[in-house]
């Protein structure tokens, strides 16, 4: 059964910063790609950004680029999501997904490609 656990959203002001972060197991982190996904009521799933564990290779949404950044924590079996200069247009419910299997870097943002999901949390900019 896999497990992704998000913290770390939260209401902030335009201009200001938040870093999620989503806690999984040590098989479903190693050599794998993990992402960031935000959606809002009424509107599809759109991917923000993913990351491939096994050499820290990035994706980024163009909507974020410069503004967000993922990481990760292989002792922690963690990846984060530490975005700046928020936008009121940045509030969403924010997903971490996991793929099942191997997916190509141009398809990493592809809601699609993902098979596990945590089960969010709300960022809010105001």
């Known amino acids: 059964h896999v497990q992704l656990v998000e913290s770390g959203g939260g209401s902030v002001q335009s201009g200001g910063s938040l870093t999620l972060s989503c806690a999984t197991d040590?098989?479903?982190?190693?050599?794998?790609?993990l992402g960031w996904f935000r959606q809002i009521p009424g509107k599809e799933r759109e991917g923000v950004a993913a990351i491939y564990t096994a050499n820290e290779r990035t994706s980024y949404d163009d909507s974020v680029k410069g503004r967000f950044t993922i990481s990760q924590d292989s002792a922690k079996n963690t990846i984060y999501l530490q975005m700046d200069n928020l936008k009121p247009e940045d509030t969403a419910m924010y997903y971490c997904?996991?793929?099942?299997?191997?997916?190509?870097?141009?398809?990493?943002?592809?809601?699609?490609?993902?098979?596990?999901w945590g089960q969010g949390t709300q960022v809010t900019v105001s």
């Open positions: 040590a098989v479903t982190f190693g050599g794998n790609c």
């Open positions: 997904a996991s793929v099942k299997g191997v997916v190509a870097p141009h398809t990493a943002l592809r809601a699609s490609a993902y098979a596990y």
